[in-house]
């Protein structure tokens, strides 16, 4: 996609972070911007500062992982302005949820894939159809995590794993059906926002210190949709251990012992 003035973007998860980062990066380019979150307090002052500057956006309060809150906010973004040209499932979060993955209760596998990745799911059953309908080139970029494509992430991983394979799923039939809608697989590693900043982990701490800024990426994912890239990958910290996983693969061998917080804490000397 070249041309953003005009068009329109749906960004969940927008109240704060990454969200609120896509939402006025997208806004910069033109785009009228229709904002979905949980957090009703942080979507007004996201909405509110982004038309104090002269751009237009809009609300939904909207918990994505129930499937009727995602298509009340299909209906009122297409309702508003009969397209939707960028679409961001973005909303997720890990919860408490450390410790062996057979310690874990139900409640908890429930939350955080209702939260990851039956909010993708909703995102795409909501959203697809009529961006198909369309007939105009149109994006969906689903949020996974680096934690998605290396072992080692816990519940939140194998929820992020399943995004990735979602989305290359998606791309490929909309590929192979040659419509004009794009998909978009979002891996990033650390960032620094207000969830990882509370964090209490000595791992996610250290990361936190080197991760990048919820704008950086923003700008990757508007370069990402220039360049109709699939993957979009901000940092490549733990490019040798998706490597390593990929090799481990092909030579039926065990999963890499090297956790992504390992690795991550190598390259930034901690």
Known sequence: MDEFKGRVAVVTGAASGMGRAYSQRFAAEGMRVVLADI??????????????????????????????????????????????????????????????IWESTLEQWNFVFGLNMYGVLHGIRSFVPRMIAMDEEAHIVNTSSMSGIVPGGLIYGAAKHAV?????????????????????????????TSLTQRDSDPRAISAFEGGIEPEAVAEAVMQALRDDRFYILPQHDLDELILARARNIVDENEPASVTPWEASSRVHGS
């Not at 590929?175 to 978009?184: Q, W």
Request: aromatic share 4%; charged share 25%.
């Open 164 to 192: 990735v394979s979602i989305t290359e799923t998606l791309y490929l039939q909309l590929r192979r059906r040659d419509l004009k809608v794009h998909a978009h697989a979002l891996c990033p590693w650390f960032v620094k």
């Open 39 to 100: 957090d009703a307090e942080g979507l007004t002052r996201v909405v509110t500062d982004l038309r104090n500057a002269g751009h237009e956006a809009s609300s939904v309060i909207t918990d994505v992982s129930k499937l009727e809150e995602v298509e009340a906010l299909a209906n009122t973004a297409f309702e508003r302005h009969g397209a939707v040209h960028v679409l961001c499932n973005n909303a997720g979060g890990s919860g408490s949820t450390r410790g062996p």
